[in-house]
């Protein structure tokens, strides 16, 4: 297998896992949330790490798609920097939400990591535009 398809096989795992992490989100933490386990700036953080997975998943989709026809190193560049930003944005703000739940208070040493996943989604989007503009 390419690694062109090896990254969008993986992309669509981590789609599979964003909507399954966004029912979670709406049905078991809603719930723990109106019974007082879990604060509403923990629900709406999950949220957030739910909506900023599925908009990348699909922003790599794209990408990838057009890997196949352009320049490549801006593409793959870029794909690489959301999925870095998926796994320390996201993959943190999970953590940090599900804490009190998972009673792990430690995880909230996982804070760190969510600036250098919304850089890591920051760059990919630079790089993206660097190479639109060098397309002319």
Do not use: C
Not at 9 to 28: E, K, M, R, S, W
Not at 78 to 90: D, E, N, Q
């Amino acid at each position: 297998m390419n690694p062109v398809n090896k990254r969008m096989a993986l992309t669509a795992a981590i789609g599979a896992i964003g909507v399954a992490l966004g029912a979670l989100g709406a049905h078991f933490l809603r719930d723990q949330m109106e019974q007082g386990h879990l604060s509403l700036r923990q629900f709406e953080g999950f949220e957030a790490a739910v909506r900023y997975q599925l908009i990348h998943v699909l922003s790599i989709i794209l990408v990838l798609f057009f890997y196949k026809v352009d320049n490549r190193n801006f593409y793959w560049t870029a794909s690489t920097l959301f999925l870095v930003g998926i796994l320390l944005f996201s993959g943190s703000i999970y953590l940090l939400s599900l804490r009190t739940l998972m009673q792990a208070d430690w995880l909230k040493m996982v804070g760190p990591l969510t600036p250098l996943g919304g850089l890591a989604f920051i760059g990919g989007w630079l790089v993206l535009m660097v190479g639109f503009l060098k397309k002319g």
